[in-house]
């Protein structure tokens, strides 16, 4: 029994920063938890931080990867425009420069719609879903700290999933 005794054991208390355990934590794949009491209440491992990592990192690759299927999508149609852009509220003579407050400018003008030839798409409803992504994506990039939702998931997932399929 006590060769199975590990004698290097790193705890952290329960009050401190997951962040400032960090470092602990990756180089000793683990360490384990004290409370206030003084006793050991838990573990944290490498693969808890994985986790938990994936929860808060995911929206920000996945909105990269939207607004990079929508720049793609959007500059065939309108970069050799420059006054369509001009009229935006970003007044800019390029869609890379644009962001999803643009974006909506942009396409909510019937006309604009026209000019990507996406018939199965119903104009209104991408462009409510491209609001809900645009508040997503504002409080992801200002360091939301809770994870999404079940339905701000499928707003992402249905948008970026839309995009894909029209970009082929």
């Known amino acids: 029994m006590a060769k ?11 009050t401190d920063s ?10 000793s794949d683990y360490v384990l938890v004290r409370n206030q009491q003084g006793e050991i209440c838990g573990i944290v491992t490498m693969a808890d931080v994985a ?13 990269g ?6 720049r793609g ?3 065939p149609a309108f970069d050799h425009d420059p006054a369509v852009l001009k009229a935006t509220r970003k007044k800019t003579a390029r869609v890379a ?15 604009n719609w026209q000019k990507l030839n996406w018939p199965f ?6 462009i409510d879903l491209l609001d ?7 409080s992801v990039a200002h360091f939301r700290t809770t994870p999404l939702t079940v339905e701000e998931n499928r707003q992402i997932s249905q948008l970026h999933g839309m995009l894909k399929k029209l970009a082929v």
């Open 4 to 14: 199975a005794t590990d004698e290097d054991v790193q705890v952290v208390h329960d």
């Open 18 to 27: 997951l962040l400032a355990a960090l470092a602990t934590i990756t180089a």
């Open 51 to 63: 986790t938990r990592f994936g929860e808060l990192a995911r929206p920000f690759f996945v909105i």
């Open 65 to 70: 990867e939207i607004e990079r299927l929508i």
């Open 73 to 75: 999508l959007l500059t």
């Open 97 to 111: 420069e644009m962001m999803f407050g643009d974006y909506m400018f942009l396409l909510k003008v019937p006309a």
């Open 121 to 126: 798409v119903d104009q209104s409803a991408f």
């Open 132 to 138: 809900a992504v645009r508040k997503i994506r504002n």
